[in-house]
């Protein structure tokens, strides 16, 4: 292994002294970091001109700009235009949060009906290359590393499957020395024995990947990025394949070359300018769905969340009000795409907003590392992982669904059949 992408999962007062200059000197030297808009070797690069058109309109976006005016134009309109959606981002639509959760909720009923779709994450590896300096498992982070066997797999989707649940999303941390395409392809494969909706959340791989992927019984791929700020993009994600920005952008669009039924999108709202990513989000999934009219496009919503070793991390300026206000600005600007609000949020957050606009929400989630038994039936902590950041909802998949039923809504495990 090239010195380069030498990794050490251990605490960082313990690297070896060569490792530990080298985690300061990328901290500290921006010459010393690699170019974050090259690709690396292997890299597959696609013909597509939707990175120019979001940046563009990211950087031409000054949301003080906007009057209370444009606003009420904007929620007058039957549809909403990209100059409308901007007016619904700024700071001038504040004050108009209860029109706009008004509206959100009409367009939501129009192309969702009164459903709610319940899903559960299952970290199978917490192992990553990448040092993003926000996330639990950064390769420089003292943390449980722990990839699940097989048979682990299997055992922790039969505990899951025994609740009820029919769609997982499976995840890993970025790495694909520990966790390669095949070992993914594998646990999708034990998924399929028993889910009905497959999703993964891992590192961005090429068409021919994506593909194999989908072969084995994946059917939706969600990449978040963070944000779409390239400069600061490259101030927070200091090393490993992730640096590079434009592959991780293209992401979605391979996956869909690749025979993907799914896309799903977001920023990592907290990390940088909330609006200005929303919107970059938002004409993300605008652009794609006019290229890829068949996809199923999707947006999240994550905050920043505290993490092992540091429970100073937090969301900035993105309160419960701000982020109300960009779902209700997606809703309107996107009635068709399904939005995910995750266990992040809090539980009162998350029955709200599954009410105006959200249209699909996780249970029985555990960001840790072969830990759904210890949670779910209460058996002793095994040889578990760490987790990737602490969640706030903490409910069981019963739990949710009951207080979606009991919130007038409709809870959904899937809606899909293959013929
Ligand atoms: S955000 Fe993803 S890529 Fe970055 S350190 Fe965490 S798991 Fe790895």
Redesign the pocket.
């Given at each position: 292994m090239q010195e380069e992408n030498q990794v050490y999962f251990v605490d960082s007062d313990q690297l070896p002294l060569a490792a530990l200059e080298r985690k300061h000197r990328l901290e500290q030297d921006p010459s010393f970091r690699t170019n974050h808009m090259e690709y690396m070797d292997g890299m597959q690069v696609i013909e597509s001109d939707i990175k120019e058109k979001v940046l563009k309109a990211m950087d031409e976006f000054s949301y003080d700009s906007y009057t209370a005016a444009d606003v009420e134009r904007a929620l007058s309109k039957e549809s909403c235009s990209i100059e409308d959606f901007k007016a619904l981002l700024s700071p001038a639509a504040a004050p108009y949060l209860e029109q706009m959760a008004r509206k959100a909720e009409e367009l939501t009923k129009n192309h969702f009906g009164n459903t709610v779709y319940i899903f559960t994450p299952l970290y199978i590896a917490n192992y990553?290359q990448?040092y993003?300096i926000y996330?639990g498992?950064?390769c420089y982070n003292n943390i449980r590393r722990k990839k699940l066997t097989f048979e682990e797999i299997e055992h922790e989707m039969e505990v899951i499957a025994k609740t009820g649940m029919e769609e997982i999303l499976i995840l890993t941390?970025?790495s694909r020395a520990y966790s390669d395409v095949t070992y993914i392809g594998e646990a999708v494969k034990i998924a399929k024995k028993y889910f009905k909706n497959i999703g993964i959340e891992i590192y961005p791989v090429n068409v021919d990947e994506y593909q194999y992927l989908h072969e084995c019984g994946v059917d939706y791929v969600t990449v978040f990025q963070e944000t779409y700020n390239t400069e600061k993009y490259e101030t927070l994600h200091l090393l490993g394949h992730?640096r590079v920005w434009p592959y991780r952008f293209d992401a979605q669009e391979r996956a869909l070359m690749g025979g993907m039924r799914g896309a799903g999108f977001s920023a990592l709202l907290g990390l940088d300018d909330f609006r200005k990513d929303a919107l970059a989000t938002a004409l993300h999934v605008y652009y794609i769905n006019r290229k890829y009219p068949h996809a199923e496009l999707s947006l999240s919503c994550p905050r920043l969340r505290p993490i092992v070793n540091n429970d100073k991390i937090n969301p900035r300026d993105v309160g419960e009000k701000e982020l109300c206000q960009v779902l209700c600005a997606y809703r309107i600007f996107l009635p068709f795409a399904g939005i995910t609000v995750s266990s992040r949020e809090s539980a009162a957050f998350r029955n709200g907003i599954a009410k105006i606009c959200a249209t699909k929400v996780s249970a029985g989630v555990s960001t840790g590392i072969g830990d759904h038994e210890e949670k779910y039936e209460g058996k002793e902590e095994a040889d578990v992982g760490d987790e990737?950041f602490e969640i706030n909802d903490n409910r069981s998949f019963a739990a949710m669904y009951q207080d979606m039923e009991q919130g007038g809504l409709q809870p959904v495990l899937n809606d899909y059949i293959y013929v």
């Open positions: 990553c990448n993003c996330c498992f950064n941390g970025e992730k990737q």
